[in-house]
């Protein structure tokens, strides 16, 4: 089993819509947990991070954590073309700074 | 502006040659520092840990001995690909945390490698 599953896509999203990107990870141990945003060709950026259970709302960006399932997720909302990329999860090793990344999901907003 | 830089940002060398990619924190010390492959359509994969001042901790499957890492300063971390094949083409990027600025991971640009 992989330890941070991402459903690969691509999930394509009319322009203003809510984008919906899911992740799951298998070590209940995981603390931390990150979303980055990746353009092609290009080192990825930070878009959030979250450690409670719950909800973590940035802007257009909203992170929600349930650790009881074992699940992440990110909001866009007012999807803009722009937002297109892939968009890796990514989950620290306990007491590390090491991530653990997803294979990514490509989300495609189309206007 | 970048907190973590590498270099070169991208490099073509010819096959059996070794190639040397720097990751530089700009700003801050970095006793630890991490480097990662990614091939295209694909994820982050981490390689391995570079430890300031000690032996670089490798991930399983990597090799540690045609990936070379040193971490001689608490500012630089260097990746060389020994005798490169171009099976070994890919997006390098190193990555590492200030902790005075929080748990934010920073990442460097990326280093593109093509073995011909």
């Known amino acids: 089993q992989k330890e941070v599953e991402q459903n690969s896509g691509p999930l394509s999203v009319p322009e203003g819509a809510i984008a919906s990107l899911n992740c799951t990870y298998s070590?209940?141990?995981?603390?931390?947990f990150f979303w980055y945003r990746q353009y092609s060709g290009k080192s990825p950026e930070l878009i959030m991070f979250?450690?409670?259970?719950g909800d973590k709302e940035d802007g257009r960006f909203t992170a929600q954590l349930n650790k009881a399932s074992q699940y992440v997720s990110l909001l866009i909302r007012d999807s803009q073309p722009s937002d297109s990329a892939t968009y890796l999860c990514?989950?620290?090793?306990?007491?590390?700074?090491?991530?653990?990344f997803g294979t990514g999901t490509r989300l495609q907003v189309f206007p | 502006g970048a907190v973590v830089s590498q270099h070169p940002s991208w490099v073509i060398c010819k096959s059996g040659t070794s190639v040397k990619i720097e990751c530089r924190s700009l700003?801050?010390?970095?006793?630890?520092m991490f480097w990662y492959r990614q091939f295209p359509k694909q994820s982050l994969m981490l390689m391995a840990t570079?430890?300031?001042?000690?032996?670089?901790?490798?991930e399983q499957g990597v090799e540690k001995d045609k990936f070379l890492i040193n971490h001689a300063s608490l500012t630089l971390s260097t990746l060389t690909v020994t005798s490169a094949h171009p099976e070994d083409s890919s997006f390098y990027i190193c990555?590492?945390?200030?902790?005075?600025?929080?748990?934010?991971?920073?990442f460097g640009e990326g280093s593109w490698l093509t073995v011909v």
């Open positions: 979250i450690y409670s259970n």
């Open positions: 990514a989950v620290n090793i306990y007491n590390t700074d090491k991530l653990i």
């Open positions: 700003d801050f010390q970095a006793t630890t």
């Open positions: 070590d209940r141990g995981s603390q931390s």
């Open positions: 990555s590492a945390r200030d902790p005075p600025r929080g748990n934010t991971i920073y």
């Open positions: 570079s430890n300031e001042g000690s032996k670089a901790t490798y």
